[in-house]
């Protein structure tokens, strides 16, 4: 039986108790770990080994965890997470304006702790070249097959690259492979560009000067300016302003930036991939996109199949998902025969997410170790969204309220922020309703999200 691959964590933390509770949730992810006390037995480590993701505690026996920051080959390791104790201003501002993708305090929290876990897993997937796993993806069907070796031929070219596909097809997956197998030394950088507040989005992009505008009360590096050497990734590039997709183009072509409220030019070297949910000459056609920006972006074009396209896969990726839960809470849930042809036969709009989402539900709603015939109630919310609330007589407004905003969301592929814009609401508020659903029981933890609209696929 050929052996699943592991993602490589270092812990650097002289934390006996921190190190082991780390230890434990990497096992269930799927991750093997190496704990080191002191600051030069972590520089040893980091010398002669490469790590998925390596967490380091700030005060250490020997010296600042900061110090070990600062040496590492970043092009050697994956992410690098803050995780301390003892948080002040000085330290989060560090944390910010350097290569670090999570500043975290102790106690972390599991949800936390379990994402950047995922996150290596995934990269050490990427290396798994001649298995049917690639970035995080599944498949072993033509269409992923190809798919697979468009991302090896185009990730050690310099090109940009625009990824097309539905909502929950796993556009990002795509472009976080492209980058992990392009030999770039840089970060990977991901942005939504429907997430960020059209006012807000240049500041965020491209960076700006203290005293800028109001509450600019210190320079700020952009997603550009972060992702130097690496790749930036601009999802929904489709709901970029116009005056901002002007000023992208610019960068584009010139490789170099002014920050807002700035006059010195700033070099940068980055990769962009750039991805959307809609068709990109229709959003030509419509308005949405300049047509010279996007004959800038789609040097190499990547179609991403829908699940009912790629139907073949459904098993396998059922199964993935499946397997992964059984690791992680150390049981023996199987798929009947039944439960299988059942999944591989649904329509599926949300693709693969809708059925990694459904394959959860399916696992905390078995009563022993064999799954099937599948209940009805795992497909009520994954249905398709047609738009059209319904109501009956007995429902409570806030019975109401709800069946409108799950509905609303629904329809707007789980963008918070459109959703809000929709209902007249803020993306905050949204937020904060879904947190309540979940604690009465009514919806599930992935359905929670990310706050402020912030929305991935």
Same mark, same amino acid.
């Given at each position: 039986?050929?052996?699943?691959?592991?993602?490589?964590?270092?812990?650097?933390?002289?934390?006996?108790?921190?190190?082991?509770? /780390?230890?434990?949730?990497?096992?269930?992810?799927?991750? !093997?770990?190496?704990?080191?006390?002191?600051?030069?037995?972590?520089?040893?480590?980091?010398?002669?080994?490469?790590?998925?993701? +390596?967490?380091?505690?700030?005060?250490?026996?020997?010296?600042?965890?900061?110090?070990?920051?600062?040496?590492?080959? @970043?092009?050697?390791?994956?992410?690098?997470? +803050?995780?301390?104790?003892?948080?002040?201003?000085?330290?989060?501002?560090?944390?910010?304006?350097?290569?670090?993708?999570?500043?975290?305090?102790?106690?972390?929290?599991? =949800?936390?702790?379990?994402?950047?876990?995922?996150?290596?897993?995934?990269?050490?997937?990427?290396?798994?070249?001649?298995?049917?796993?690639?970035?995080?993806?599944?498949?072993?069907?033509?269409?992923?097959?190809? @798919?697979?070796?468009?991302?090896?031929?185009?990730?050690?070219?310099?090109? $940009?690259?625009?990824?097309?596909?539905e909502t929950g097809t796993g556009k990002e997956l795509v472009a976080r492979a492209v980058h992990d197998l392009s030999g770039r030394s840089g970060r990977f950088v991901s942005v939504n560009c429907g997430a960020i507040a059209p006012e807000?989005?240049?500041?965020?992009?491209?960076?700006?000067?203290?005293? $800028?505008?109001?509450?600019?009360?210190?320079?700020?590096?952009?997603?550009?300016?972060?992702?130097?050497?690496?790749?930036?990734?601009?999802?929904?590039?489709?709901?970029?302003? *116009?005056?901002?997709?002007?000023?992208?183009?610019?960068?584009?072509?010139?490789?170099?930036?002014?920050?807002?409220?700035?006059?010195?030019?700033?070099?940068?070297?980055?990769?962009?991939?750039?991805?959307?949910?809609?068709?990109?000459?229709?959003?030509?056609?419509?308005?949405?996109?300049?047509?010279?920006?996007?004959?800038?972006?789609?040097?190499?074009?990547? $179609? *991403?199949?829908?699940?009912?396209?790629?139907?073949?896969?459904?098993?396998?990726? /059922?199964?993935?998902?499946?397997?992964?839960?059984?690791?992680?809470?150390? $049981? !023996?849930?199987?798929?009947?025969?039944?439960?299988?042809?059942?999944?591989?036969?649904?329509?599926?709009?949300?693709?693969?997410?809708?059925?990694?989402?459904?394959?959860?539900?399916?696992?905390?709603?078995?009563?022993?170790?064999?799954?099937?015939?599948?209940?009805?109630?795992?497909? !009520?919310?994954?249905?398709?969204?047609?738009?059209?609330? !319904?109501?009956?007589?007995?429902?409570?407004?806030?019975? +109401?309220?709800? =069946?409108?905003?799950?509905?609303?969301?629904?329809?707007?592929?789980?963008?918070?922020?459109?959703?809000?814009?929709?209902?007249?609401?803020?993306?905050?508020?949204?937020?904060?309703?879904?947190?309540?659903?979940?604690?009465?029981?009514?919806?599930?933890?992935?359905?929670?999200?990310?706050?402020?609209?912030?929305?991935?696929?």
């Open positions: 039986m050929t052996q699943e691959p592991a993602g490589n964590v270092l812990i650097v933390d002289d934390n006996a108790e921190f190190q082991t509770v /780390a230890a434990d949730f990497a096992a269930m992810a799927h991750c !093997r770990t190496t704990a080191a006390m002191t600051l030069s037995e972590a520089r040893r480590l980091t010398r002669g080994e490469r790590f998925d993701l +390596i967490l380091i505690d700030l005060n250490l026996p020997d010296g600042n965890g900061f110090d070990l920051l600062d040496e590492l080959d @970043l092009a050697a390791h994956g992410p690098v997470a +803050i995780v301390t104790g003892h948080p002040s201003v000085e330290s989060a501002v560090r944390a910010v304006h350097s290569p670090v993708v999570e500043y975290l305090l102790k106690p972390i929290k599991a =949800e936390q702790l379990a994402g950047l876990l995922e996150r290596a897993y995934l990269r050490a997937q990427t290396r798994q070249i001649g298995k049917p796993v690639l970035g995080g993806m599944v498949g072993q069907g033509p269409l992923m097959r190809e @798919l697979f070796d468009r991302i090896r031929r185009i990730a050690p070219l310099d090109v $940009s690259v625009l990824i097309h596909g807000l989005l240049s500041s965020q992009l491209f960076g700006h000067e203290r005293g $800028s505008f109001t509450g600019a009360l210190q320079s700020h590096a952009g997603y550009f300016e972060q992702a130097e050497g690496g790749t930036l990734f601009l999802d929904e590039i489709t709901e970029m302003p *116009m005056a901002q997709q002007v000023y992208l183009l610019r960068v584009l072509e010139s490789h170099v930036l002014t920050r807002v409220g700035g006059s010195r030019e700033v070099p940068v070297d980055v990769r962009v991939l750039a991805a959307t949910n809609r068709d990109p000459q229709q959003a030509v056609t419509s308005g949405a996109m300049r047509l010279d920006l996007y004959y800038r972006l789609v040097e190499f074009p990547l $179609s *991403m199949p829908t699940l009912s396209e790629r139907r073949e896969d459904i098993p396998l990726l /059922a199964q993935h998902f499946l397997d992964r839960l059984n690791e992680r809470y150390q $049981s !023996r849930r199987a798929f009947s025969a039944e439960a299988l042809h059942q999944l591989a036969t649904r329509p599926w709009p949300g693709n693969v997410r809708e059925l990694r989402h459904t394959v959860q539900r399916l696992y905390t709603l078995a009563n022993d170790n064999t799954i099937g015939p599948l209940p009805a109630q795992v497909f !009520r919310s994954t249905e398709s969204s047609d738009g059209a609330v !319904r109501f009956q007589v007995g429902m409570t407004f806030d019975d +109401i309220e709800r =069946e409108m905003l799950l509905k609303t969301l629904a329809y707007h592929s789980n963008n918070k922020r459109q959703a809000a814009r929709a209902l007249g609401i803020t993306a905050k508020t949204i937020y904060n309703r879904l947190l309540r659903y979940r604690e009465l029981g009514l919806i599930a933890e992935e359905q929670v999200g990310e706050p402020e609209g912030e929305s991935s696929d």
